[in-house]
């Protein structure tokens, strides 16, 4: 690599944190042919990831690793990371505090960690979502320890868990934020064998695109919702609704699917950081805060109509089919399940049964266990329940038997989170179906 580590030239690059995206975007530049050192103080994961296990459910991840393993090493040595590479990427965690700002001890660690190490020039690129103007404070933290130069990059990640080695690989956009030459030569050459538009910018444009660009999808997300809820007033059907307006082609069909709102690791901290961000500055964002609130409100919605469904027909037993905050992850983080059942649970009554293909084991770590029972498939989840909600649309349950669901339950209601299923074809069976602003 030109101009990079001429002294050691032993790794190219230095992961630091190997969570989410700090694994999958170590595990893909080995695939491209970079020699990778991934480093975690967690000597557990470590000690997994040594071992060709992945801590983390991300489909095909295994698969890669194992082609590439060669091109990468595990360590918990971070001074070895920082010595041996020309490029190191920081992929901590950096949660979402009490008051909705961005928790920064993680990060400000791993910056104080490299600070107090180098001794040649290495670029130290920011992969984690920070608040507008890291990039000028890692600066000024690094030269109060180091003299020498280096350069600091803001290079943004956009990873969707399930599809995140395809986002890696084949991504929309590469997003590098650089104010030297030289660190923008080097890192346009790491990403070089990936065909992709790539923007450069300044570093504090770079920092803001990822919280934009997740709000905006978090706003779509909100503002369909809001006219689902208008057509169940009305009698209209949203699903027609959302094709008919995604057919504009300056507003698009994606993230126009009515439901029970969005969750996750990323949409609601970025969306809330945002908004700390705009505090910081002393801008109000209205739009963010009414994206917030109705996604709420979405949630306590879904909630109230179960609970009029119960009292209507007399029942107490609720069958909840998924549990991951979106298919194919097995993450429960803000996932919108979760809040619900939690809510569900303060009605001593309730009797709920759970499935999840993947995440019943995070699950059990988030809700208390409480008049709760998780079943091993999704017709035991269903079996002998007043009322079915679906609250993750797995491709699975697109694919059940629902005239044997039907058989199983004791009383034939369906309320859809995600409008999954196809309402006639449901209805014809007996079922009593309610999706989400559905005719």
């Given amino acids: 690599m030109s101009g990079i580590n001429k002294k050691a030239k032993k790794r190219d690059i230095a992961i630091i944190g190997t969570g989410y995206v700090g ?14 050192i991934c480093v975690d103080k967690d000597k557990n994961k470590i000690a997994l990831l040594n071992n060709g296990q992945i801590p983390i459910y991300e489909p095909g991840l295994d698969k890669i690793l194992k082609k590439h393993r060669k091109n990468i090493l595990f360590t918990t040595d971070s001074k070895k990371a920082i010595e041996e590479s020309g490029i190191i990427f920081i992929a901590v965690n950096t949660p979402t505090g009490k008051r909705g700002e961005i928790d920064m001890k993680y990060f400000k660690a791993a910056i104080r960690e490299i600070a107090t190490q180098i ?81 450069v910018v300044d570093i504090k444009s770079a920092e803001l695109i990822k919280y934009a660009a997740n709000a905006f999808l978090a706003t779509k997300i909100s503002f369909i919702n ?48 945002l908004d700390s961000i705009g505090k910081e500055y002393k801008y109000n964002f209205n739009i963010i805060k009414a994206v917030m609130l109705v996604n709420q409100k979405q949630q306590e919605r879904f909630v109230r109509k179960i609970k009029k469904i119960l009292n209507k027909i007399k029942g107490n037993r609720i069958g909840v089919w998924g549990l991951s905050f979106k298919p194919n992850t097995d993450d429960v983080r803000k996932s919108p399940a979760i809040a619900i059942i939690k809510e569900l649970q303060k009605n001593i009554n309730y009797k709920i049964q759970a499935y999840d293909p993947i995440a019943i084991e995070n699950a059990k770590k988030e809700i208390p266990f409480k008049n709760i029972k998780y079943s091993k498939n999704a017709y035991e989840a269903a079996k002998n329940a007043d009322i079915l909600i679906l609250i993750t649309d797995w491709s699975e349950f697109s694919k059940i038997n629902m005239q044997r669901v039907k058989k199983s339950m004791r009383q034939y209601y369906i309320l859809d989170g995600r409008n999954q299923l196809n309402p006639e074809n449901i209805k014809k069976l007996g079922f009593y179906y309610e999706g989400i602003g559905r005719k």
């Fill in 23 to 36: 694994l999958i975007t170590g595990v893909c530049f080995a695939s491209l042919g970079h020699n990778i």
């Fill in 119 to 199: 001794e040649e020039y290495k670029i130290i690129v920011n992969k984690s979502t920070v608040p507008v103007g890291t990039g000028e404070w890692v600066q000024k933290e690094i030269k109060k320890y180091y003299q020498g130069n280096f350069s600091v990059v803001s290079n943004p990640e956009f990873l969707r868990e399930g599809s995140a080695l395809k986002d890696f690989l084949k991504p929309d956009r590469i997003i590098i934020g650089a104010e030297d030459n030289k660190s923008k030569k080097i890192m346009l050459e790491i990403y070089s064998k990936i065909e992709a538009p790539l923007l």
């Fill in 226 to 273: 809001e006219i689902a809820n208008l057509c169940e007033k009305i009698n209209g059907d949203v699903v027609k609704v959302a094709e008919g307006i995604g057919l504009d082609k300056r507003i698009g069909p994606k993230f126009l699917n009515a439901g029970i709102g969005y969750g996750g690791s990323c949409f609601p901290k970025d969306v809330r950081g």
